[in-house]
Nanobody
Framework: QVRLVESGGGLVQPGGSLRLSCAAS????????MGWYRQAPGKERELVAT???????RYKDSVKGRFTISVDNAKKTWYLQMTSVKPEDTAVYYC??????????????WGQGTQVTVSS
């Protein structure tokens, strides 16, 4: 059983910063790639950023230069540092472990979601 626990969401003013964390636990051999997605009201879930355990990153165009994804492989924890946030960044943010190697194979897992609200 694999569990992803997110933390760090909340209310932030436009132009401010916030850091999200996602900690993976359970029967994990290795997390091969991981990321963050978000879903705003009335919209589909969208990719925000991904990172491999080797450090290769990918970002949604609208967050490039403002958000940074990073990973601590030893802790099986990854982060999303959000800076210069905008009201349009308001959404529920979900952490994702795209490929988790366990003793039984490779599977994908999602966190429970954390609300980020950008408002003055």
């Amino acid at each position: 059983q694999v569990r992803l626990v997110e933390s760090g969401g909340g209310l932030v003013q436009p132009g401010g910063s916030l850091r999200l964390s996602c900690a993976a636990s359970g029967n994990i051999v290795e997390v091969l790639d991981m990321g963050w997605y978000r879903q705003a009201p009335g919209k589909e879930r969208e990719l925000v950023a991904t990172i491999t355990n080797g450090g290769t990153t990918r970002y949604k165009d609208s967050v490039k230069g403002r958000f940074t994804i990073s990973v601590d492989n030893a802790k099986k924890t990854w982060y999303l540092q959000m800076t210069s946030v905008k009201p349009e960044d308001t959404a529920v943010y979900y952490c994702n472990a795209g490929r988790v190697l366990t003793s039984t194979g490779i599977s994908r897992y999602w966190g429970q979601g954390t609300q980020v609200t950008v408002s003055s």
